[in-house]
């Protein structure tokens, strides 16, 4: 097929053809828009909203990344779904104390959900956004049916996010996409120069002196806060709190390890397991897989 190429884009969602395309997808392309909600400390939250109905399934994406990471798994969901963009990523405001722990977002985000959504969810996050769906889950259990974390424990080995760290860490702002794709290259991140091109793409903006910056607060910072001020430990205390099911999947290559799972289990007895041949980022390594697997915990399509 022929490549999208950036002066072909017009929306963000021009994309999805070709995605669809790639993996096979038989449906329509579900109605696709971007949300808007201005919370009452002034800030925005900004989603994706995919299919015509209300939403059954919420996404929230890990650091670094945006709401559009779950693009092709939503397209292979076949389920309304809607996927937030963490504060200080996407189109969400920055914080001015540049706080992005779990336990500060999760209220912004729950508020996100309430508004946008009218039957509880199944509510899934990837990294950073596991652990802030599951404070989500555990404050506001009126929200979430069943949690999906995604490669991510609260015991987790910080040191293995450096793969990532040491792409945001430097440069923060740059003369075209090019360079930005080419440096995600290099590192190990982001798939076929298409699909890294596509996310590199749909996670920067032109700035007004024609430079071009990641969208997300972390980049603009000078990288991702050193590890020891992410202070996982007390999530255990939340998780522990969740009523819902909760179900971790994570990737063989992934940053949660086999002890990382069995530990959960022990601390957070009756979570479901199911792992993947992926990497961290299993909504973009492996997203058709990942969507059959959320199509399951929901209970099926209802398309």
Same mark, same amino acid.
């Given at each position: 097929?022929?490549? *999208?190429?950036?002066?072909?884009?017009?929306?963000?969602?021009?994309?999805?053809?070709?995605?669809?395309?790639?993996?096979?997808?038989?449906?329509?392309?579900?109605?696709?828009?971007?949300?808007?909600?201005?919370?009452?400390?002034?800030?925005?939250?900004?989603?994706?909203?995919?299919?015509?109905?209300?939403?059954?399934?919420?996404?929230?994406?890990?650091?670094?990344?945006?709401?559009?990471?779950?693009?092709?798994?939503?397209?292979?969901?076949?389920?309304?779904?809607?996927?937030?963009?963490?504060?200080?990523?996407?189109?969400?405001?920055?914080?001015?104390?540049?706080?992005?722990?779990?336990?500060?977002?999760?209220?912004?985000?729950?508020?996100?959900?309430?508004?946008?959504?009218?039957?509880?969810?199944?509510?899934?996050?990837?990294?950073?956004?596991?652990?802030?769906?599951?404070?989500?889950?555990?404050?506001?259990? =009126?929200?979430?049916?069943?949690?999906?974390?995604?490669?991510?424990?609260?015991?987790?080995?910080?040191?293995?996010?450096?793969?990532?760290?040491?792409?945001?860490?430097?440069?923060?702002?740059?003369?075209?996409?090019?360079?930005?794709?080419?440096?995600?290259?290099? #590192?190990?991140?982001?798939?076929?120069?298409?699909?890294?091109?596509?996310?590199?793409?749909?996670?920067?903006? #032109?700035?007004?002196?024609?430079?071009?910056?990641?969208?997300?607060?972390?980049?603009?910072?000078?990288?991702?806060?050193?590890?020891?001020?992410?202070?996982? *430990?007390?999530?255990?205390?939340?998780?522990? &709190?969740?009523?819902?099911?909760?179900?971790?999947?994570?990737?063989?290559?992934?940053? *949660?390890?086999? &002890?990382?799972?069995?530990?959960?289990? =022990?601390?957070?007895?009756?979570?479901? #397991?199911?792992? #993947? &041949?992926?990497?961290?980022?299993?909504?973009?390594?492996?997203?058709?897989?990942?969507?059959?697997?959320?199509?399951?915990?929901?209970?099926?399509?209802?398309?």
């Amino acid at each position: 097929g022929c490549s *999208v190429t950036e002066s072909d884009i017009r929306t963000e969602f021009d994309f999805l053809p070709a995605q669809a395309a790639a993996i096979g997808a038989s449906t329509p392309l579900p109605s696709a828009e971007r949300l808007s909600l201005t919370l009452g400390s002034g800030r925005t939250i900004s989603a994706l909203r995919f299919g015509g109905d209300a939403p059954v399934v919420t996404f929230l994406h890990g650091a670094g990344l945006n709401a559009h990471t779950f693009d092709t798994t939503i397209l292979a969901l076949g389920l309304p779904s809607l996927s937030i963009d963490l504060p200080g990523h996407g189109d969400s405001s920055w914080r001015d104390d540049a706080n992005y722990g779990p336990r500060t977002m999760a209220d912004d985000v729950a508020q996100a959900i309430a508004a946008w959504t009218d039957i509880p969810q199944v509510l899934v996050g990837q990294s950073l956004g596991g652990l802030t769906a599951a404070v989500v889950a555990a404050r506001h259990p =009126e929200l979430v049916r069943t949690l999906v974390m995604i490669d991510i424990t609260p015991g987790l080995d910080q040191g293995s996010v450096g793969q990532v760290r040491g792409f945001l860490d430097g440069a923060s702002d740059f003369a075209g996409r090019d360079e930005i794709v080419a440096r995600a290259m290099a #590192v190990g991140l982001g798939g076929s120069r298409e699909d890294t091109a596509r996310g590199v793409f749909l996670n920067t903006r #032109v700035r007004d002196d024609g430079r071009v910056i990641f969208k997300h607060h972390f980049a603009n910072l000078g990288g991702l806060p050193p590890a020891d001020s992410m202070n996982m *430990v007390p999530m255990w205390e939340d998780l522990a &709190a969740v009523a819902a099911p909760i179900t971790l999947v994570r990737g063989d290559r992934g940053y *949660v390890t086999g &002890a990382n799972a069995e530990a959960l289990i =022990e601390r957070v007895p009756g979570t479901s #397991v199911i792992t #993947v &041949a992926a990497g961290h980022n299993v909504q973009e390594d492996v997203p058709v897989e990942l969507g059959g697997i959320i199509a399951e915990i929901s209970g099926g399509a209802t398309n």
